[in-house]
């Protein structure tokens, strides 16, 4: 069965592809390379000995995709990356985010409500929890309003699929609410590669690890938690890979209850900005240059998961701990640095 993977040359994307070709998928790839590069095909073929298929296309040109279904017309599974993702850009560049999120979506949606029946992975994030009033955090709680152009076009998302599953029964989809992901493959094939400086704490850590970046900063230490820096639930990219092929497999089995399912994919353990930055000390062997500046507008001070219903109904567990996923994200940062 070919499934169709967007932004499939991305984070969490390249690792999803190499997942879903472990479990025997034809994969083909849309991305536009924005915020990606083709060799990620390359890393990809090197761990699986199978190269997916790729078509370079930007998703806002809706006669491009109506195209791309109609060459693909055995593709009834999607999983779809594809988004722009900075919180910090989304809040300068609204209507970028809000055409390359919402609109892309609609028009992948418009393609797989023509067809019999169809299959939908959503990427999803804890952004659209806010601050949660309860820890953990589970899949019913309320969706606060969003502290960013970037959180809104996830909560948007969730509603626009839940209002055409209900009116499109042969449309079965699963948003899945990523906390934290981090770290990279174990072969050192593929992994994070933020463009520029790094928004995210792992891939900023790692950097100023191997001296790229001159010390970390990091954003408040008078937070109510027991050190005063954030709480956060960081997830290895291996485990999150393959709890979209997890969620997918329970679409195309028809083991799902509803037409739209939501789950949580998280450890369910809560780490503070100090507690990662020991664990790369402890997996490094290296001392972090880091210093404790203002809070970061937009800042939770804590959300981690409750894992119940991905554990208990989706049968999706993360099994590699902090310190594995920091280990791995540091082997990759010495790699792409060699
Ligand atoms: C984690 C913690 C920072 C950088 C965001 C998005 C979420 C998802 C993941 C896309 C916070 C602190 C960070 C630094 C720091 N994005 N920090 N110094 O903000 O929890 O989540 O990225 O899917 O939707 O909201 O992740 O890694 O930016 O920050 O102290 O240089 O690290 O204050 O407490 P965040 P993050």
Redo the contacts with the bound molecule.
Sequence with gaps: MKVLVTGGLGF?GSHTVVELQNKGFEVVIIDDCSNSDESVLDGIEAITGKKPAFEKLDLKEKHKVEDFFQRYQDVTGVIHFA?S???GESVEKPLLYYENNIGTLVYILKELCKKNKASFIF?S???VYGQADKMPITEDAPVKAAE?P??NT?QMGEEIIADTCKVIPNLNAIALR?????GAHPSGEIGELPKGV????????TQTGIGLREE?????DD?PTPDG????DYIYVVDLAKAHVVALERLLNGKNESNYEVFNVGTGKGS??LE?IKSFEKVSGRKLN?KV?G??P????T?YADTTKANKVLGWKAEYSLDEAMNYAWIWEQKIRD
């Design positions: 969490i988004a993702k900075a919180v990427s994030s804890c952004t960013s970037y959180g996830k990523y906390f934290n992901p981090m790094p928004q995210n704490l792992v891939p900023f850590i970390l900063s990091v954003f408040g937070y820096t954030c709480i956060r503070s900005v990662a880091y500046v809070r970061r937009g800042d939770v001070t959300a």
